[in-house]
């Protein structure tokens, strides 16, 4: 009946925060932790374990052919999951606000009450939810474009059994939280936790269409794919690949601004920066590993200066990988689509200097894929080489 729950991190997230004396969030966080997160679980565990008895046709909803889209963070993964996203008689994929309610019967149940809201109520509901949106992801989306309504990462629909990277954004707490890493983690544990997405990804099928493919996109999950090969052996990879100058800074910003946010204090979530930029280099590193060792896996990697400078052109050749026809609606589509993404330049500058990276470490890590892609390797100034050596020569003086 119940569904998984991590209890060892969701123990160890208790204990971190408790210790958090001066930390203005500790009380909100511990009652969510302690009150909403159990209460929350056993909410949707009911409905989880009613959805195979309403629903019977669910025991047999096939997940046929998943493509999956990784990748390090900022390399361009929405905006080719968007672009797919597009093609509605082809996929199904989690809408934001459905990744928070995992069972099936929930979310029909949300529909309907939707449905009755525009019929009865002249959509008094869905405007207070419009405003709440707009409140919420508005001052955010010039960084990440998020909304209740457009399709996200989904992985959040694994926050409710604690194991998602949603999590991570609560508290830095990356040195004890793993929730990238689950392809080097115990096999009982990935099995566990990739039955239960498999799960949630099935009940999203039956509620969009049982004949769809289901379309995901998570960078974190490029710590994951060797578990996604073993849970959907038929599974469709797409990796995007992005200079990681460009990319790993713009990360580490939008962590910072998150962990800010949460009024958390530099010396608070440094280590955890410094983790997720560890992290970066196997975003790079591990799918291609795992593909080079899987290659009866169809996979396809799509450069992001390519995306974005011609993005029809870019679909068209993953669609021409997995073997997907394209309809002449959708490719009307990608074309009024092409055209404005023509201006999807960004307009915001990350420095590695602010996170303290190293260039020569990203160049050394990365070689392999600097040289592929021919990315252009900054010349290291005189400042920066000043800053690493009085940074190694303090690392050296004895404590």
Known sequence: MFMYFNVEYYFMMIRRIWGQKQWPGRRKLLLRLMVIVPLTYLFHSVFFFLDKILFPKLWFTKIEKPVFIVGHARSGTTLIQRLMAYDEDRFSYFLYWEMFFPSLLQKKLIRWFGVLDRKLLGSYFFKKLEAWDEKMFGKIRHIHNMGLWVPEEDDFVMSSCFYAAYWQLQAPMMDILNMFDLDRQNPKRRKRVMRHYKECVRRQLYLNGADKTHLSKNPVYS????????????????????????????????????????????????TSLKIIEDISYDCYLRPNQVLKENPQVPSMVVDYRDLVSSPKTTVEAIYDRFGFPISAEYSATLEERQKKNKKHATKHS???????????????????FYQKYDWVKPEITSDDAQAKEATEQAEAQPA
């Open 223 to 270: 710590g994951r794919v060797a578990s996604i090969i073993e849970t959907f052996p038929d599974a469709q990879v797409v990796v995007m690949m992005r200079d990681p100058v460009e990319c790993v800074p713009s990360n580490l910003k939008l962590m910072k601004y998150n962990y800010k946010g949460n009024k958390w204090q530099p010396d608070d979530y440094q």
């Open 350 to 368: 990350y420095s590695m200097e602010e996170f303290g990276m190293d260039p020569e470490r990203i160049y050394t890590a990365l070689d392999e």
